[in-house]
């Protein structure tokens, strides 16, 4: 169990490196290597695959503390973007369209980065609310 744990706890502090990535202009390092669980899954972090995480928790009062933890990590698992960080190949030559589409398709990916965490929060401030 205490492998598991550590696993755990490995693939909760990628995720969040991964999150502050997506975020922050100085880039922080992420720690696969610490565990074999997060080694094993760094090609899918990079978008080299499909990865779907399912959390499961549990309706018992005395078990409200965990399961709030495991919900605060689903939300912060879910709001990571992948993508893929594959070496692209060198174009000798890139035409001013091409960049100018880059850049847009680039702004456009931040917007919908932000326009999905806005979303988010305020499905959270909700939620609060009708509690």
């Known amino acids: ?66 399961t709030l933890n495991v919900l605060k990590f689903s939300a912060v698992a879910q709001k990571v973007v992948v993508l893929s960080c594959r070496p692209l190949p060198i174009m000798p030559q890139t035409s001013s369209g091409e960049v100018t589409r880059n850049a847009e398709r680039k702004a456009l990916l931040h917007n919908k980065r932000s326009w999905d965490n806005g979303l988010e929060d305020v499905q959270e401030d909700k939620g609060d609310v009708e509690e």
């Open 1 to 66: 169990a205490g492998n598991i744990n550590t696993s755990l706890l490995i693939l909760g502090k990628c995720i969040n490196a991964l999150r502050h990535n997506q975020q922050a202009k100085l880039v922080q390092h992420v720690p696969f290597r610490e565990s074999k669980l997060t080694h094993y899954l760094q090609s899918f972090f990079c978008g080299q695959g499909k990865a779907c995480m399912i959390v499961n928790i549990n309706q018992c009062a005395s078990m409200f503390d965990e």
